[in-house]
């Protein structure tokens, strides 16, 4: 079965904070260990990926982070701007279009106009033949989309356009992207979830909806953050019994109040990490129950910061 990595681009989304530019990252960086010529597209304005590469903003430029990664930041106003360039030919009809007010107006009355250029935008990146001067083919584009706040809205935008504008080239386009966003030979959409009750809920409801009313199929499904299991049956029972029998001051002994202390203290915490741990699988079962994508494991990662050591982790687990 082909994966996330055979497509020509893979849309990343899911519920706000549960690891989608994590995740957009260790997916880019798998690609491009492959030899694989890969951007990843930033949709809203983050700096996370500058952070993990120690490099100037990334913009609306492209720049590569490293062999074979590419990245840029996709400002809605720069690709209305780029856009407006390719369609019109006549210099002179441009600048007088940017310099009326009724473009800013245009862009503001018009509800998903900024996200329909961005896909648009995406689109362009994926293409064989370039229409931006001077740029090159990509084996693979990965998007960093935004917040799936609004269940399916972003990759819906196209849908709604074509529906909406009747006739003339923008609804021409707008089935481009639509249809460009359905293909799933070339497009994979991956969700990003966590293993928690109502993270797992929300996921098993997206995917649903980006079915009904998209036509898109979730290719897969991550679930982020699990904590390892790090203690087995026999060794739960015996940290329990230690617990308890610390907290009995005749078994203690005088003088030795301190050490209990500690020793209930690590006890509780390992009691707590491994409840914490068992839970999670149950959310984990339930994910995979509950959707109809395939579910990919990654683990929580306990560093202060996520550097390039530990996306290389999380790459070897996507990969
Ligand atoms: N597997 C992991 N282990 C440890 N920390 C993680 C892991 N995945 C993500 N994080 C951390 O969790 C935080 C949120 O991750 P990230 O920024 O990727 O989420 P997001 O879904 O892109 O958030 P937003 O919706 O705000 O864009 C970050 O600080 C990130 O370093
Ligand atoms: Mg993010």
């Not at 230690?242 to 209990?260: F, H, L, N």
Request: with cysteine; net charge negative; glycine share 8%.
């Amino acid at each position: 079965m082909p994966g996330l990595l055979d497509k020509r681009l893979v849309i990343v989304t899911g519920k706000g904070g549960v690891g989608k530019s994590t995740v957009s990252l260790a997916l880019a960086r798998a690609a491009a260990r492959r030899g694989m010529r890969t951007i990843l597209c930033e949709v809203s304005a983050q700096e996370h990926l500058s952070q993990v590469f120690h490099r100037a903003q990334v913009g609306y430029h492209e720049v590569e982070l490293d062999e074979d990664l590419w990245a840029i930041s996709i400002d809605p106003d720069e690709s209305m701007r780029e856009y407006v360039l390719l369609q019109l030919k006549v210099r002179a009809m441009r600048d007088l279009l940017f310099r009326l007010p009724v473009f800013t107006y245009l862009a503001a009355a018009t509800p998903g106009l900024k996200e329909l250029v961005t896909i648009g935008k995406i689109w362009e990146l994926t293409l064989d033949d370039r229409k931006v001067k001077g740029g090159e083919r990509y084996d693979l584009v990965v998007v960093d989309a935004p917040a799936s706040g609004h269940g399916a809205g972003f990759l819906q935008t196209p849908r709604t356009f074509a529906n909406v504008a009747r006739v003339g080239p923008m609804r021409q386009q707008a089935e481009t992207l639509d249809a460009f966003i359905r293909d799933r030979r070339r497009t994979g959409v991956a969700v990003v979830a966590l293993p928690e009750e109502m993270p797992v809920n929300e996921t098993a409801a997206l995917e649903r909806e980006l079915a009904d009313r998209v036509g898109v199929e979730v290719t897969r499904i991550f679930c982020n953050g699990l904590y390892p299991e790090r203690f087995a049956e026999s060794e739960l029972e015996l940290v329990g019994s230690v617990a308890e029998r610390e907290a009995r001051p005749e078994a203690v002994g005088a003088g030795a109040e301190r050490e209990a202390r500690l020793v209930r203290a690590a006890c509780r915490a390992a009691l707590s990490e491994s409840g914490r741990a068992t839970d999670q699988r149950h959310q984990l079962a339930r994910l995979e129950e509950s959707c109809a994508a395939p579910v990919t494991r990654l683990p929580y990662l306990f560093a202060p910061e996520l550097g390039a050591e530990e996306i290389d982790v999380l790459a070897d687990r996507v990969a």
